[in-house]
């Protein structure tokens, strides 16, 4: 019996994105389906490459196509992904950046930068092109995080315009306020001065094709935040905090900002970090030093999943510290927890550009 493309076809339509609710041929991810006497190859395009579901995925087909098409059929299957994207093809403002990830909290020194950086780099190594925007002008940590620091970004002339060129550190393109100014003066800058960085940050600035942006933002609601929702349309925000009820009440006061009706940006969920310690020789006792499922609850609170819970370890400190991320560590004793925080935000991405209409750039009209 000789095996036909439709049946292929019909049999794939019974494998779902488990994500997604709908089937892998109506999502139109098979691919280059070829047909050779016994010989069956194509491929199945995820929405992410940071998908956890890939193995899982590909053995469904395979299963699917053993009992409804050939048992015997030799089958050839190429896990690809193209990272969706809720915007538009010819929007202006980098227009080759398909998702835009705001890292929020409403306190400082609870991890936004420390997120930011190991997201960045998680997301890089599973093969998405990454891009990072350090937008905290009270702490720009990214240069020091990502031992760049005292690097510039090079200018480039394009259509009569100077271009920035993000500087390069182990495969993403980063840019910070810290390249452009001193530690000690970052803190004295002016509201316009910081909106007018983060439009250059945007506009004036050769990002190239990314998948994905993370913009670690400065602690609470400022003139960064606006400027940001004003002049970026924001895939989704993560929401950082720590278990305290403290940091928590921050939170969830910079939330309500993504939230307010005319921002409407999407929260992909809540990272809650420094849930708890573990001393390296009783790695099996957990301390709660700063309450317990916190994140849990503001998660609960906002609707939206949470994303990881990263332990207090040393490590993360001298990774950031010593400018060699945590993440790029693949034995270290986050490494799980690292892994945990990736796949759930790519994930939750690829879910909010398939259910959510695009996000808008805000027009604030001043009378
Ligand atoms: N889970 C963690 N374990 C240990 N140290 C951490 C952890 N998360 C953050 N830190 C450290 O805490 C400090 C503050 O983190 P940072 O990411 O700079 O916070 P923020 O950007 O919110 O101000 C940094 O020195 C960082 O290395
Ligand atoms: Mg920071």
Redesign the pocket.
């Known amino acids: 019996m000789s095996i036909n493309e439709q049946d292929i076809l019909k049999a794939l339509s019974y494998v779902d994105d488990p994500d997604l609710h709908k089937d892998i041929v109506t999502l139109g991810m098979v691919k280059d389906l070829k047909v050779d006497g016994t010989h069956i190859s194509f491929a199945v395009e995820l929405t992410t490459p940071a998908c956890p579901m890939k193995d899982q995925i590909e053995h469904a087909c395979r299963v699917a196509i053993r009992k409804m098409v050939s048992e015997t059929a030799e089958v050839d299957i190429q896990m690809t992904a193209r990272v969706t994207s809720m915007r538009q093809d010819n929007e202006a403002l980098m227009p080759g950046v398909k998702n835009i990830i705001a890292v929020c ?1 409403g ?9 930011s950086v190991n997201l960045a780099l998680g997301l890089a190594r599973t093969g998405a092109k990454v891009g990072i925007m350090d937008a ?1 002008i009270y ?1 720009p ?1 990214i240069p020091i995080m990502l031992n760049v620091k005292g690097q510039r970004p090079k200018v480039k002339q394009e259509d009569g315009k100077q271009m920035m060129i993000p500087v390069e550190q182990h495969g993403i393109k980063i840019l910070s306020i810290g390249f452009l100014v001193e530690d000690t003066q970052a803190v004295v800058w002016r509201g316009p001065m910081v909106s007018s960085a983060l439009r250059q940050f945007a506009g004036d600035t050769l990002w190239g094709d990314l998948d994905y942006l993370i913009i ?1 933002l400065p ?1 609470g609601t400022g003139d960064v935040h606006l400027t940001m929702v004003q002049t970026m349309p924001v895939t989704g925000a993560v929401v ?1 905090t720590t278990p305290q009820e403290v940091a928590l009440a921050d939170a969830r006061k910079a939330a309500s900002m993504f939230n307010m009706a005319n921002i409407n940006v999407p929260i992909l969920g809540v990272v809650e ?2 849930s708890w310690f573990s001393p390296p020789e009783l790695p099996d006792n957990r301390y709660y030093l700063f309450g317990k499922d916190g994140g849990a609850q503001l998660a609960k609170e906002l609707n939206v999943p949470v994303l990881a819970q ?5 490590s ?2 001298t ?3 010593e400018g060699k991320p945590s993440v790029l560590d693949a034995h270290s004793a ?1 490494a799980e927890a690292w892994e945990t925080l990736v796949f759930n935000t790519a994930r939750q991405v690829a879910i909010r550009n398939n259910e959510k209409q695009p996000t808008e750039v805000v027009k604030i009209t001043t009378t």
Not at 107 to 115: A, I, M, N, P, Y
Not at 310 to 314: G, K, Q
């Open positions: 909290s306190k400082g020194g609870v991890g936004k930068s420390t997120v905290d702490g940590s670690d602690p950082v970090n420094m990263l332990p207090i370890v040393e993360i400190r990774g950031g510290d986050v």
